[in-house]
């Protein structure tokens, strides 16, 4: 602590270290990257992207990336913002669109991001509790009379949790707030969801997140996009304009586009990781476990019997790193990656032996 801090620092976890940890030995479940590796074209693109040129600043507006994700998605160029990872996309959100003189409004178990965000950017907001089942609530997120959000946000399938909306739902959200920007966090969406990217033609008020760091299993590269209307995405481009103008280097938008153009490893490698989650959840369940329905690359479950700090410890001494939370309502359950089916398997063994 120093007394040189302004306020907002102190409100501020430190960085705790060990999310992170050396890879040599452990089953790493704990933070949802992908177990296929990225695109071999894309590996390929960033080596080519290795040469002479990295003495050249990039491009700030990354066009190239711009361009591919707009033919990928049937948009304009102008309706796309990348950034450097989709944490960083969401950061230019909450400066940009999310502040107003009613508070923000998003679920209460959700993305730990949103409450650290909200404090940083001095952003008032509103939780709000999730069913009974951990299902968002649609009705929850109408206006009832003055009743409304300044702005809404949400990710899509949920985090923790893995739960899916409906895109029907989602778009009832998005309709029925039309004077509130709703961002749609879709982190997770390629393993099981309807992107509402389809619904931002039709939206003015939609801005729809993404991430290469799951689904393109390029975590370590640090890129993510949001796609909206073109308004929104000024808004975007002008907080980034003042704040940093770089946000991707060379290599970062070498290996997007390459990513992106490889359509069929790109759905190939989300195949494979349902097909694992489905496996997955089936030797869960049959060791007892109630798990929540996924549309993730994680799970979410909790022991009847077995206390879900506990069996994380006793997984760790395995050398299995799985998330768990130490928060109302959540402390029992488990997040759980899906990895390789090796992985998987480690994981269901060493649960057998420690049920
Ligand atoms: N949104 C959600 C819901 C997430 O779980 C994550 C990853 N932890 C992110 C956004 C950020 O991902 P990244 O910054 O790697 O793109």
Same mark, same amino acid.
Do not use: M, W
């Given at each position: 602590m120093s007394r040189y801090w302004s306020a907002v620092v102190h409100g501020l976890t430190p960085y705790v270290p060990?999310?992170?940890?050396? +890879?040599?030995?452990l089953v790493k479940l704990?933070?949802?990257?992908? @177990?296929?590796? @990225?695109?071999p074209k894309a590996l390929e693109a960033i080596r080519a992207a290795t040469?002479?040129? +990295? &003495?050249l600043y990039p491009d700030p507006n990354a066009d190239a990336l711009k361009a591919a994700l707009a033919k990928r998605y049937r948009l304009?160029?102008?309706?796309i913002f990348v950034g450097n990872g989709s944490d960083e996309v969401l950061a230019h959100a909450f400066m940009?669109?999310?502040?107003?003189?009613r508070p923000l409004w998003f679920p209460d178990?959700?993305?730990?991001?949103y409450p650290v965000y909200c404090s940083l950017y001095d952003v008032e907001h509103r939780t709000i509790p999730l069913a009974e089942d951990y299902s968002i609530r649609v009705e929850d997120y109408l206006p009832r009379g003055d009743d409304r959000a300044g702005a809404l946000i949400f990710p899509n399938p949920n985090a923790p949790t893995g739960r899916l909306l409906a895109l029907a739902d989602v778009e009832r959200i998005v309709a029925a707030n039309p004077e509130a920007v709703v961002v749609i966090?879709?982190?997770?969406?390629?393993?099981?969801g309807d992107s509402a990217i389809a619904l931002v033609d039709r939206h003015p008020n939609l801005l729809v997140t993404h991430t290469f760091s799951k689904s393109r299993s390029?975590?370590? +590269? &640090?890129v993510g996009f949001a796609a909206g209307h073109a308004s929104l995405i000024e808004a975007l481009e002008r907080v980034k304009n003042s704040f940093?103008?770089? @946000? +991707?280097d060379r290599l970062a938008i070498a290996g997007a586009v390459a990513s992106v153009e490889d359509e069929d490893y790109f759905q190939e490698s989300c195949r494979k990781v349902i097909a694992t989650r489905e496996v997955l959840v089936s030797r869960m369940a049959a060791l007892g476990f109630e798990v929540l329905p996924s549309a993730a690359n994680f799970i979410f479950a909790r022991h009847p019997r077995r206390d879900g700090a506990e069996l994380a410890a006793e997984l760790r001494k395995r050398a299995i790193i799985v998330r768990h939370f130490r928060a109302p &309502?959540?402390?029992?359950f488990l997040r759980i990656t899906v990895g390789t089916d090796e992985q998987c398997a480690i994981l269901v063994d060493a649960l057998k032996e420690i049920l």
């Open positions: 060990g999310e992170q940890p050396k +890879l040599d030995k704990n933070t949802n990257e992908h @177990p296929c590796g @990225p695109s040469g002479d040129t +990295l &003495r304009q160029p102008e309706q940009a669109l999310l502040k107003h003189d178990i959700t993305y730990s991001f966090d879709e982190a997770y969406v390629d393993f099981g390029l975590a370590g +590269l &640090r940093n103008s770089y @946000p +991707l &309502r959540i402390d029992q």
